[in-house]
């Protein structure tokens, strides 16, 4: 993992450099200081809507090496607003990615102001590793899924209590370390400080991952879009797939259809009163849909797939909580065990802090703390 905001150990001369450029306004992220410095950039490793993302190191006098950090550049004035900076300099977690540095950059390309995210580098994405599995038509170690999902549900408990809403919860926006087990959320580029009473967008979250009343077009949503999210990632670890894969806008609504069973009326009117599309009233498969989610996820164990049917529901207000998720017995496992094989290991690796619970997170659990932590961890 990265040596951040400490000199780098790693000597990074070896591999080749594919930009280097100074920034005057680097400010660091821990301590607010201002300095001007040398950013060396070596790959490219990611490409999103809004931006691109590289490897790279920075240093203030070419001795002390800082990274390597992954740096996401956006365009600094575009008309569509992202509160990525504002939030991810309030946010301070295990599963949140950390951001180190910031500054502001003219590409030489197309002489645009950048802005500059430097953050902690994690060696994967959770969309990776899921494929990867699947490629090679293999299934994500049980454990894994359980360990991966807890993390998920941690950083949103804390994201949720502060107001945050992701808003585009997606395995691709999940950062993994398979040695460590260690899981960050990353990409805050749609996240938004949800209030109540003020109406936020609809078009938002990646199509396969968004919640029905977002597809329905609800503008008063809350936190819980995330959670069906959550839902929709955990289904896809279990499956190697995305779960409801629809082919347009409206499909999606029919492919929850055919597990869920048709929306209830009240839940369509509640969610869009306006909503003038198609509501799938009947029903598209026979049986119930607890059979649905058996025949699906029956290798999750009848827990995994009690967790799946409090998760995936339409209705938000019923759909599981964050600290619910955290005490479900899903993840009992994980309390009772100290151990777990990171992909083709045979050696065991010790797992990643789980229940270092800050004192804000304790809070928020109130009573489900003494569900969630193992007894003798208290
Ligand atoms: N901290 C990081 N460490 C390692 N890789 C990262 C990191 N941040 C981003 N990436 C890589 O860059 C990709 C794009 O990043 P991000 O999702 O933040 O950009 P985006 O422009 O919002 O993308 P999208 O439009 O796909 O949502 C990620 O999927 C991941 O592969």
Not at 56 to 72: C, H
Not at 233 to 260: D, N, S, T
Not at 306 to 334: C, N, Q, T, W
Request: charged share 20%; aromatic share 12%.
């Amino acid at each position: 993992m990265s040596a951040t905001g400490s000199t780098s150990s790693i000597n990074h001369n070896n591999v080749e450099k594919t930009n280097e450029f100074i920034a005057d306004d680097v400010t660091s992220n821990r301590s607010n200081t201002v300095r001007r410095m040398l950013i060396q950039e070596y790959r490219k490793i990611g490409r999103g809507a809004f931006g691109t993302v590289v490897q790279a190191y920075i240093t203030p006098n070419k001795e002390d090496w800082y990274g390597p950090f992954a740096i996401k550049k956006v365009p600094a004035q575009t008309e569509y607003k992202s509160r990525e900076l504002e939030i991810l300099r309030i946010t301070n977690h295990p599963n949140i990615v950390k951001l180190e540095y910031f500054f502001t950059h003219v590409s030489p390309q197309d002489h645009k102001v950048y802005q500059h995210l430097a953050m902690e580098c994690l060696p994967e994405t959770l969309q990776i590793e899921i494929s990867r599995y699947a490629h090679n038509k293999m299934e994500l170690a049980l454990k894994h899924v359980k360990l991966y999902s807890y993390q998920i549900a941690r950083g949103m408990l804390y994201l949720h209590a502060l107001g945050i809403c992701h808003r585009d919860i997606k395995p691709s926006n999940i950062l993994v370390d398979p040695n460590t087990g260690v899981l960050k959320i990353c990409d805050f580029g749609s996240a938004k400080r949800l209030e109540i009473n003020q109406p936020s967008i609809s078009y938002i979250c990646s199509r396969f991952y968004r919640a029905p009343e977002l597809i329905l077009g609800c503008t008063q949503y809350t936190t819980q879009v995330d959670i069906w999210g959550l839902g929709c990632v955990i289904g896809e670890m279990l499956l190697g797939k995305a779960i409801f894969q629809g082919q347009e806008p409206l499909l999606q609504l029919r492919e929850i259809a055919k597990l869920l069973g048709p929306p209830d009326k009240k839940f369509i009117f509640f969610s869009n009163p306006g909503y003038d599309g198609p509501l799938y009233s009947k029903p598209l498969f026979s049986g119930t849909s607890q059979s649905r989610f058996e025949k699906y996820f029956g290798h999750a164990g009848v827990e995994g797939i009690d967790l799946l049917m409090k998760v995936l529901v339409y209705e938000p207000e019923i759909r599981l909580s964050p600290r619910r998720i955290l005490a479900h017995p899903f993840f009992d496992d994980l309390k009772k065990e100290q151990y777990f094989f990171p992909r083709e290991s045979t050696q065991p690796v010790h797992l990643p802090p789980l229940f270092d619970f800050s004192e804000y997170e304790l809070q928020i659990l109130g009573e489900f703390a003494n569900k969630i932590i193992p007894q003798n961890e208290e």
